[in-house]
């Protein structure tokens, strides 16, 4: 295989070299010559930080097959030696592999002022030599803690797949986005007003209290209700929900709506809405690897917190549909595949894992619900705890795995996840925490972090490796766009005719990345599909 070191100028150009020591060469057109390559075989690319190189390459109409991102790989290494959040740049890794310390982040330019010499000019040749040594330092790294390898092509896989997932947007329809907002909510107001609906719950909730109150402020909240003769702690819902009270209902409610108006109303399309396509496209800016356990985030854009309420927004082009999958109980499965409980892992072959270990709980699918969840997010209450002692005792091999993770955590030791993703370590506060009450309570949060660790960040290594195949499969089938992704959930537009071929293709990704990562086991994943008009019929 060929790799190639990328590094792009500040206009259309750049720098290509060889890795592993060969000449750097300058290039007017960066994405033409990236075509080239791309055309006349399969190289992986040697990138600083994809993030910031491929959507320039995207927009000009260039697209990176595989690819090495150094930035993201390191920031993995680093975690596996316990120096999780140290400077994960190309140039600090440069300087840890000559035993220097980090330089000093170089400033941003401030355009158009007098500080725009600051930054030095770009040596494009210099970098490309500098990547080509991180690269080749952390390939012998990797090789020597087990199975990194795979996890750093993953999540480099990943990052590929979020700047094209941002680049093509999600199929999003303003119109009806105005139509859910205005019947939950009423017309769009005047900036610095509440929408009708919301102003009439207010003023219910005033009129409860017989007193002016800011639904908005929950210092006023709690001050009503404890001057109403009902103190509570937070304003939380499950909290409101025990209070019989007037303002109750009506504050539940605004509370409910308020959330979507300010995180999905109408300003959140204004910012994250563009032209696309037939229609139009919501484009988040997807932060990979944003959470400890691999999971992703967004800078941007709330994509992965979309509420029901206004899926209906999402909408395929006309001729088109979106097929929405997503994983069948995936951690626990998961759990089942990385522990080798071979009763489990029986059980786990089948499409609903908590009726098929029903048997095990007296026949109740919702007891072997409570006790999987709760052995891998450390459940503590009485009912959980009977039934976490029948999991220990029918699977104790799977009991075990999450068990052992916890107490290394409460120990103050890291974990890894089944690639090799590395929690981050204990604060120096915990490791100095002596016994007492708050020294217990530290004690079982760290041990519950570390015993879901293992399973969350496998089921995000899982989920990668799963996109990795579809990204592929789609593309040598041109059978359409990966478009959206969110923790066990994948969505593709593409032609209608051709639905029924990406559910297919969905479904083999899903198998092959179960094979990628636990090779033959019995424990089956499989992806539910539905092939919709809009996001909100999917479920």
Known sequence: MVRMVIVPDEGD????????????????????????????????????DLAQVYPRLLRRGARLGRCHD??????LLLGYDGRYGEPSAPAAAHARLRGLPPPPPVPEAVTGTLFDDERPPKDGAAEAVLLDEVHAGQMARLESRGRMATLAAAESAGGLI????????????????????????????????????????????????????????????????????????STRSWVLKRLDHAAVEPLLEYKELARIWTAHGWSWADQWVSPGGDGQRLRPEYVVGGVVSGRWATDGGGALQIPKAVRGAVRADPGHLLVVADAAQLEPRVLAAMSGDAGMARAAGEIDLYEALSGTFGGKRDDAKIALLSAMYG?????????????????????????????????????RSWLGRTCPPASSSFKSMGAGPEASRAVRDRGRFTRNFVVQGTAAEWALALMAFLRNRLREE??????????????????????????????????????????????????HTAAVESYADAK
């Open 379 to 415: 459940g503590g209450s009485p009912e959980a705890m009977t039934l976490l002692a029948v999991m220990r005792q029918r699977f104790p091999a799977a009991y075990a795995y999450v068990e052992a993770a916890a107490q290394a955590g409460e120990r103050g030791r890291l974990v």
């Open 162 to 233: 979020a700047a094209e997932m941002t680049f093509h947007g999600l199929p999003f329809s303003r119109e009806a986005h105005d139509a859910i907002l205005t019947g939950m909510l009423g017309s769009r107001p005047v900036k610095g007003l509440r929408p009708r609906h919301l102003q009439e719950l207010a003023d219910r909730v005033s009129a409860a209290f017989g007193r002016p109150v800011n639904p908005d402020s929950p210092q006023q909240i709690l001050a009503a209700f404890k001057s109403a003769g009902m103190p509570i702690e």
């Open 13 to 48: 150009g750049g720098w290509l070299r060889a890795a592993d020591g060969g000449p750097v060469t300058r290039v007017p057109d960066l994405a033409a010559s990236v075509g080239e390559f791309e055309d006349a075989g399969e190289p992986r690319w040697v990138v600083a």
């Open 478 to 527: 041109s059978l359409g766009e990966l478009v959206f992704f969110q923790h066990d959930e994948v969505i593709v537009h593409c032609p209608a005719e051709r639905a029924g071929r990406v559910g297919e293709v969905i479904a083999a990704a899903g198998r092959a990345a179960t094979e990628l990562l636990f090779p033959g086991t019995p424990v089956r994943i499989p992806m």
């Open 70 to 75: 150094v930035t993201l790989t390191e920031s």
